[in-house]
């Protein structure tokens, strides 16, 4: 299967959200951004908007067995998604939509959507997945809701992250391990 072949199965499988720049950001290697010992600085989710971005993408995919997305550094891989491969329109969409979700937690609790209990973040967003559903099914496609956006770049981010490839999916690209193989069961071509 070519690589063409592959974004097309991922896209259908996420429900046809995956815009270009998401596409060419993967494609292109982003990563989290956070390299040695340099502490991650965000270049556009500044001003408390990447501890929204960390809260909202935890929520999706939340430490159990595994790691979380916040573990994984999905809101870095975010900004740099935002920084390097979104173009200004669809940062603007994005940062409307976490203006959307703020507003949103200032109506159910006057405080930030971080400082809300746990159940009223998880009803905000059922109610804007709801509300994604919905836009879905009457036909409105021309833009992506903002839960879809962040939705499939925090499964982007995280499934492609060393965390969320090794123990999550637990892929393990050399194989398994077997140290003491007997030669009569390879044969030559081992040698």
């Not at 959200?17 to 998401?22: N, Q, Y």
């Not at 979700?101 to 997945?129: C, H, N, S, Y």
Request: aromatic share 8%; with cysteine; proline share 4%.
């Amino acid at each position: 299967m070519d690589r063409r072949t592959a974004i097309h199965r991922i896209g259908i499988l996420m429900g046809g959200t995956l815009s270009a720049s998401t596409i060419a950001g993967v494609l292109g290697g982003c990563t989290s951004g956070t390299t040695g010992d340099m502490p991650f600085k965000a270049r556009t989710l500044t001003r408390g908007r990447d501890e929204l971005v960390a809260t909202l993408s935890e929520l999706i995919i939340p430490e159990t067995d595994t790691p979380g997305a916040r573990a994984a550094g999905v809101h870095e891989f975010i900004d740099n998604m935002l920084t390097d491969w979104y173009d200004e329109s669809e940062v603007d969409e994005f940062l409307a939509g976490l203006t959307d979700v703020e507003r949103r937690a200032q109506e159910r609790g006057e405080q930030p959507f971080t400082d809300l209990d746990m159940g009223i973040q998880v009803e905000i967003l059922t109610q804007m997945e709801a509300e994604a559903e919905a836009r879905s099914e009457n036909g409105d496609t021309e833009t992506p809701p903002f839960f879809r956006t962040i939705k499939s770049l925090t499964l982007f981010g995280y499934y492609t992250s060393e965390v969320g490839a090794t123990q999550e999916l637990r892929v393990n690209p050399m194989g398994v391990y077997r140290a003491d193989i007997p030669f009569d069961e390879i044969g030559r071509a081992w040698a």
